[in-house]
């Protein structure tokens, strides 16, 4: 992945001159690899040996590297939202715990909290608790996917490293590589992969997940039953059962982007997906490009929601009911 160089090069300086932070936020769209440079990171800062030219590479066969490859590490500890949408208190008092015991084979011990931006408020104020008392011994490495916020306590405490969004060609190159790797079948087309990471808006570890995965056929289903909903062909609760499948973070990214491709051809832009672009011209024809702010905040509450295990057909009816509202009415239409 070409283009975490300049994170890890980042990284790598603030090792080489001992300024490296107990705690990094890593930052970047969803599907760009923050967790394979918070990996990487974490099995550099436990290897006994690092090469010591450019790259500070680990070893590769010390008795840490043995344990990272088993991912059996003792001192490398991962917390992510389990059964519900999100990092729940209980987790958080775990890792704290774990961040005042002595190491057990290494010389310092590294978390990753994945989805650093889904800590319900209790586990945000817990972990500030960590951040706010380091240990000498241990690193942090928060992970957030871009535009979900987090507290602005715990940013402040930690180091910024943001992984950019690649260009098309160094995504396609990385996604057509790992498909020829992966897969004994033949690889999809050059037109799907190309649309593929259209659809995941550049992000190629994402647009790897739609072609290996069933997104795709699931997304075509949804918005076939989108555009029936929209014409009145579907009652609310038949067009939700498509969504249904998505599950909610899955419907709520899908609306999510139909949203941001309504208020770009609004202002004049080009979409993303162009098998929604249609319904959506014909939507940024008839609406102020404001109405789109409102549509954003409703899918924003829907997320936040989460944490309360909503139920995410329920969800999918409430935000239909809201697109809905751009269509006009058929008294507007017969004038």
């Not at 070409?2 to 300024?19: D, K, T």
């Not at 208190?89 to 590294?110: M, T, Y």
């Not at 408020?121 to 871009?146: F, R």
Request: aromatic share 6%; net charge neutral.
């Amino acid at each position: 992945m070409p283009w975490l160089a300049n994170a890890w090069q980042f990284v790598e300086g603030s090792l080489r001159a001992g300024r490296l932070s107990h705690a990094l936020l890593i930052g970047g769209e969803r599907g760009v690899g923050k967790r394979i440079l918070a990996d990487a990171l974490g099995h550099q800062l436990v290897c006994e040996a690092p090469a010591q030219g450019t790259g500070l590479q680990p070893c590769g066969h010390c008795k840490q590297c043995e344990l990272v490859a088993a991912d059996s590490h003792p001192d490398i500890r991962r917390y992510a939202p389990e059964k519900s949408r999100m990092i729940k208190v209980d987790q958080i008092r775990a890792l704290s715990a774990f961040a005042v015991a002595s190491p057990q084979v290494a010389r310092r011990k590294v978390i990753l909290v994945d989805r650093a931006d889904q800590l319900n408020m209790n586990a945000a104020n817990a972990l500030l608790k960590t951040l706010e008392e380091p240990s000498a011994d241990v690193v942090l490495l928060l992970l957030q996917e871009s535009g979900r916020p987090i507290l602005p306590t715990l940013r402040s405490r930690c180091q910024c490293v943001t992984v950019p969004t690649p260009s098309t060609q160094a995504g396609l190159q990385w996604l057509t590589g790992q498909l020829a790797a992966q897969s004994a079948e033949e690889a999809p087309a050059q037109e799907q992969c190309v649309r593929a990471l259209a659809l995941a808006g550049s992000a190629p570890r994402l647009a790897l997940e739609y072609l290996t995965g069933e997104f795709l056929d699931q997304r075509q289903e949804a918005l076939a039953a989108f555009r029936r909903f929209m014409k009145r062909e579907l009652s609310v609760s038949e067009a939700a059962k498509a969504f249904k499948v998505l599950g909610l973070e899955g419907t709520l990214w899908l609306m999510e982007s139909w949203a941001a491709d309504l208020a770009r051809l609004g202002a004049g832009g080009e979409p993303t997906d162009p098998d929604a672009v249609e319904m959506l011209r014909y939507l940024a024809s008839v609406n102020p490009p404001w109405r789109v702010h409102e549509l954003l905040r409703q899918i924003q509450e829907a997320r936040s929601a989460g944490v309360y295990n909503v139920n995410p057909e329920l969800e999918a009816e409430r935000l239909l009911i809201a697109w809905q509202g751009f269509m006009p009415s058929k008294r507007r239409r017969a004038g």
